[in-house]
């Protein structure tokens, strides 16, 4: 006989857009013009013991907001929440660390406040620390921490606090894909086990891997909820569709609904020379000339490098991930990616550009497999080829 | 009460208090990272404090208060309890938004947490003011009343951190204002003087409405004078203390599962 572990009953959940602000002070209340804003509206839905149920949409379709309100992190407006069993979670990384302490205190407060004791907390540190591969940092300070290491580090610690439910907001997106993978077999582990989880996503390969039902928001609103394949499906067509004029020019290996268009996109070594053949470690600046007819409010731009014949990206930059603002642009203008050491071994790669609306809803432009250029002198086998050198004691 | 249930009432014991403790050395730790002497100056701070005020109205302004150290120390380091729990509970949900943003932390152990930490700090001058009383009044046996005073003025703490720390999550301001008042307070609450130095008896009568007032009064009756404190000054601090405290838990709990919303 099958169980709900989580049900929310007719959920809604307001802002007010000034929560949605910066701090409050004297100064700058304004009770007239302050405006609410729903995040969600009227949502029914019922997670089964056992059962992985995952949460798609766009960004701001409130599903980040549903598994809050699931963990019970913050309550909703109106409405009802039921857990069953002990939350345990995983949701947006950085919030739930104390970067002044060292990675093993946080793993033991993350793990107390989980529901284990002090005793059974320190005996599965190790544990914590061997998966998360972090075994020569758990002293460090969280703050030396890069975000891969804290999403590695939190999230080996919702596998080993025995979870009952857990709850994944969208961190699978993050982190190298060899870690990824490894947290998909755990994950599957878990399900094997009776394990109920929640997870959002962007993705619908990882929805489609792990999730038994899901849920579409659309605004808030459940737009179709089921299996996942049916609802998968139908979310990537939608997806297709809503984008307006879509170029798909499999011949010219350009895609995008072009607002912002790649006039030209060149490799150049320090002195602005054209590179095809580059040697190993070498400064390369990757330079685009771009065209905006109508003012447009922070793309992002994006370089990604896969070896040719592979699929694998060997990198994958963008501006939003650097922390760049690009303001609002209009007419031609310029971006530049300098990469100080290309360190990539011997062989021919590909460079793919692209630019995407400011929430990475759909691409403006995305010119596939751009640049070939190759790179040489070096001696090495493998993908990458780090600086480094060799001593014998 | 079946074994079970029984292994499960002892495990949440053990689990609550592991909480609690960890929590509480965490705070601390918090508190005193990176600094060399770390707890010393704790308990070198109410000291220094102490020096400055046994010099300036002892022999400066002499107030001609008996045992003025000892006076002074007795209410200086109550004091300090209050006001530094005050503020630091004031400011514990945003200070330790890591822990809103954890799945299973009961709300309201943030600010009791920031009030016990601060506790430490009084636990640690503790045996000095015992020593001081030692040497010159000895320790009188009505200090066995000590932990209930304390215990009243835990209730105004928390009581009070529960209402502002709400209070500050909404409107940044109160964190200010809070800074402001506990300075004042300082001067408004006879720490380092005696009530009825006060000529004014309209004055008098209205700063001791002030309950640390009261407080104080007590700890000194306790501990110094060793006599009993005022019964009906007491059972009015116990009745204001649990209404002070079960209002603040009251809109604490109203508010605190949307405090993540306004962080």
Redesign the interface.
């Known amino acids: 006989m099958s169980r709900s572990d989580i049900e929310l009953h007719e959920v809604s959940k307001r802002?007010r857009s000034s929560?949605l602000g910066g701090?409050?002070?004297?100064r700058n209340?304004n009770f007239r013009s302050s405006k609410v804003q729903w995040a969600l509206r009227d949502i029914s839905l019922d997670v089964q013991a056992g059962e992985t149920f995952g949460l798609i949409g766009r960004n701001g379709s409130g599903k980040s907001t549903a598994l809050?309100i699931m963990?019970?992190?913050?309550?909703p407006t109106t409405g009802r929440v039921h857990n069953l069993r002990?939350?345990?979670?995983l949701?947006?990384i950085g919030?739930?660390?104390?970067p002044?302490?060292t990675g093993e205190?946080n793993a033991?407060?993350?793990s107390?406040?989980?529901?284990l004791?002090?005793?059974e907390a320190l005996r599965r540190l190790s544990d914590i620390a061997r998966f998360a591969e972090l075994e020569d940092h758990m002293d460090h300070?969280l703050r030396t921490y890069s975000d891969g290491m804290k999403l590695r580090l939190a999230f080996s610690v919702s596998l080993h606090v025995d979870p009952e439910i857990l709850?994944i907001d969208e961190v699978l997106a993050v982190g190298d894909i060899r870690f990824q993978e490894k947290c998909f077999v755990a994950l599957e582990g878990f399900q094997s086990e009776g394990v109920t989880i929640s997870v959002t996503s962007h993705d619908m390969g990882q929805i489609r891997r792990l999730c038994d039902r899901v849920a579409w928001l659309v605004d808030g609103r459940i737009k179709l909820i089921g299996e996942t394949d049916e609802v998968a499906s139908r979310y990537e067509n939608a997806m297709s569709e809503g984008v307006p004029e879509q170029t798909d020019d499999t011949a010219t290996r350009r895609f995008g609904s072009g607002e912002i268009r790649f006039k030209s996109v060149q490799l150049l070594d320090r002195w602005g020379a054209l590179l095809r053949s580059i040697p190993a470690g070498s400064r390369v600046h990757v330079v685009a000339d771009y065209e905006a007819e109508a003012p447009v409010n922070e793309p992002i731009f994006g370089v990604s490098v896969h070896e040719i014949g592979s699929g694998t990206r060997l990198l994958d930059l963008d501006t939003r991930s650097a922390g760049l603002a690009t303001g609002t642009v209009k007419g031609s203008g310029r971006v530049e990616l300098i990469l100080d050491h290309l360190d990539l071994t011997a062989g021919e790669y590909a460079l793919d550009i692209g630019v995407y609306e400011t929430e990475w809803a759909r691409p403006y432009d995305y010119l596939w497999e751009k640049v070939d250029f190759e790179i040489t002198s070096s001696s090495t086998s493998g993908l990458v080829a780090p600086p480094h050198r060799w001593k014998l004691a | 009460m079946n074994a079970q249930s029984q292994e499960g009432y002892v495990?949440s014991r053990?689990?609550t208090f592991?909480?609690v403790?960890?929590?509480v050395g965490?705070e601390f730790?918090?508190r005193y990272?990176r600094a060399l002497f770390g707890w010393l100056w704790a308990v070198g701070s109410p000291l220094a404090r102490l020096a400055v005020l046994a010099v300036v109205f002892g022999q400066v302004l002499p107030l001609g208060i008996p045992n003025y150290p000892v006076f002074v120390f007795t209410g200086l380091i109550a004091w300090s309890w209050f006001s530094s729990g005050v503020a630091s509970a004031t400011t514990s949900p945003i200070d330790?938004?890591?822990?809103?943003?954890?799945?299973?932390?009961p709300r309201h152990a943030i600010p009791v947490v920031s009030v016990m930490t601060d506790g430490l700090d009084y636990f640690a001058a503790l045996p000095i003011l015992l020593a001081f009383l030692v040497f010159t009044t000895g320790i009188p046996l009505t200090a066995v009343l000590l932990p209930l005073i304390l215990a009243i003025q835990i209730l105004f703490t928390v009581g009070l951190g529960f209402l502002l720390a709400t209070a500050n999550v909404?409107?940044?301001?109160v964190k200010l204002f809070v800074e402001v008042a506990l300075l004042l307070g300082f001067y408004l609450t006879p720490v380092f003087y005696r009530p009825g130095l006060i000529s004014d008896e309209r004055l008098r009568t209205l700063l001791s409405l002030n309950p640390m007032s009261q407080l104080l009064d007590a700890y000194r009756r306790i501990l110094i004078q060793g006599t009993l404190p005022d019964v009906k000054s007491t059972a009015a601090l116990i009745a204001s203390g649990i209404l002070i405290f079960v209002a603040g838990y009251m809109v604490y709990a109203r508010k605190a599962?949307?405090?993540?919303?306004?962080l």
């Open positions: 802002y929560a701090p409050r002070t004297v209340l809050r963990a019970g992190i913050t309550s002990r939350v345990s979670g949701l947006t919030e739930g660390l104390q002044l302490l205190e033991l407060t993350a107390i406040l989980a529901g004791t002090k005793r300070p709850l | 495990r053990r689990y592991d909480l403790t960890h929590l965490r730790r918090i990272r330790r938004k890591d822990l809103l943003f954890r799945p299973g932390l909404y409107l940044r301001d599962p949307v405090f993540v919303d306004e």
